[in-house]
Nanobody, 124 residues
Framework: QVQLVESGGGLVQAGGSLRLSCEAS????????MGWFRQAPGKEREFVAV????????NYDDSVKGRFTISRGNAKNTVHLQMNSLKPEDTAVYYCAARAFASGSTRSRDYNYWGQGTQVTVSS
């Protein structure tokens, strides 16, 4: 089993920045692709970003491309999401997810493990 714990959420003004972190414990996730998803009130969970097992490949939703950056920590059991130029429409609960494959996916159903989520609120 893999446990994922997100941190770094909070309240920020539009144009500001936040850095989310996700730490994995339990079974090693160094060979897993890791992703970030978000869910706003009344909406379905949506893809944000994904990184391959070795960090060589990343993919972003068009809505965050150029503003968000996903990266893996040196220990490979952590993944970060640097969020810049935040907008009110980025407000959501952000979830970290792990996929037991080397390559990532934009589909939430392809992920095996999920964190509890961290709230990000961007005020206008």
């Amino acid at each position: 089993q893999v446990q994922l714990v997100e941190s770094g959420g909070g309240l920020v003004q539009a144009g500001g920045s936040l850095r989310l972190s996700c730490e994995a414990s339990g079974r090693t996730t160094s060979s897993y692709a890791m992703g970030w998803f978000r869910q706003a009130p009344g909406k379905e969970r949506e893809f944000v970003a994904v990184i391959s097992w070795n960090g060589a490949t990343t993919n972003y939703d068009d809505s965050v491309k150029g503003r968000f950056t996903i990266s893996r920590g040196n220990a490979k059991n952590t993944v970060h999401l640097q969020m810049n130029s935040l907008k009110p429409e980025d407000t959501a609960v952000y979830y970290c997810a792990a996929r037991a494959f080397a390559s990532g996916s934009t589909r939430s159903r392809d992920y095996n493990y999920w964190g509890q989520g961290t709230q990000v609120t961007v005020s206008s």
